[in-house]
């Protein structure tokens, strides 16, 4: 094959189900991820709880007493309630107090918003915490349930990073709190009984990067989408490998959409050299895979 690739073109999102035409409406999984949300402030009410996700908190926190002793990763603070102090430039401001049981310790976080602006707000963050209410909404709501992931990014329960499988039936065992990416940590065992877990974000909050449950789980079984796809190239699918012969729907569906696309032709046929961040490359010859490095 003699190479006369014409540039870099931009790459089109590839949809799952790109064959299938363009979908306007809202999906079950999209609606079922605007209730992942955290609770506005007007909500908040004594006993709150929220995780601590970096000991860096103690940047944000101040000790009421001189013997506070500042949170650890892992660790519960409880909102206590709030007051109104003045800050250097005379502004009344609110200060959220909190205390934690392992210690006892009070403490303090200053908003630098006066209460008019603080309870006119849809949000507000303490940094380096997760709302446990967050956690418990969407606890009940997965908990028992029979989905199918779509990623092979999965974790052990100790958070270690493992080869997973995408598009195979897992329950959802239990969700904990995540980390400071993201807030939820979703723990399901697969088809062959194994234990695992995927990390996952929720529908409001600024400091998540996104990763909603509509990205990583599907309520119906995706093979039922491509009927056309063999048993052989499915199973290439689930596993993320590429295979020669397969159409670019099959290996975007395998390995995900490419970061560029290089678009030529020779004296008989059309070709295209997909490039990934990571270095795996994918040669088609009129629409199929002939030659890839992964």
Same mark, same amino acid.
């Given at each position: ?45 004594? $006993? ?8 860096? =908190?103690? #940047? &944000? /926190?101040?000790?009421?007493?001189? !013997? *506070? ?50 309870? $006119? ?8 915490? =997760?709302? #446990? &209410? /967050?956690?418990?909404?969407?606890? !009940? *709501? ?153």
């Amino acid at each position: 094959m003699q190479s006369c690739f014409t540039g870099v073109e931009s790459t089109p999102k590839i949809d799952y189900k790109e064959d299938k035409g363009q979908k306007n409406s809202t999906s079950a999984e999209e609606e079922m991820a605007a209730t992942f949300k955290v609770e506005p402030f007007s909500r908040w009410e004594n $006993g709150k709880a929220f995780y601590v996700t970096s000991p860096r =908190i103690s #940047l &944000a /926190l101040t000790g009421i007493s001189p !013997q *506070t002793v500042m949170p650890a990763s892992g660790d519960t603070i409880i909102y206590t309630g709030r007051r109104t102090v003045t800050d250097l430039t005379g502004d009344e401001i609110v200060e959220l107090q909190f205390t934690m049981p392992r210690t006892g310790s009070e403490l303090a976080y200053r908003t630098n918003s006066t209460v008019s602006t603080l309870t $006119g707000r849809n949000l507000l963050e303490v940094p380096f915490t =997760i709302d #446990l &209410a /967050l956690v418990d909404n969407v606890r !009940q *709501t997965l908990k028992g349930k029979e989905l199918f992931v779509k990623t092979n990014l999965w974790f052990t329960p100790a958070g270690n990073s493992v080869n997973g499988r995408k598009f195979v039936k897992v329950a959802v065992t239990d969700v904990i709190p995540g980390n400071e990416v993201y807030p939820l940590k979703v723990i399901f065992t697969d088809d062959k009984d194994v234990s695992r877990a995927l990390y996952m974000s929720a529908a409001t909050g600024s400091r998540w990067t996104p990763r909603e449950f509509q990205s990583l789980f599907s309520f119906t079984n995706p093979r039922q989408n491509y009927p056309q796809i063999t048993d052989a190239i499915w199973h290439n699918i689930i596993n993320s490998k590429v295979a020669k012969g397969m159409t670019k729907l099959e290996a975007t569906l395998a390995i995900g959409s490419p970061s560029s696309i290089d678009r030529g032709h020779d004296h008989s046929s059309a070709y295209e050299r997909w490039g990934y961040s990571d270095g795996i490359y994918l040669i088609f010859e009129d629409g199929l895979l002939t030659r890839h490095n992964q």
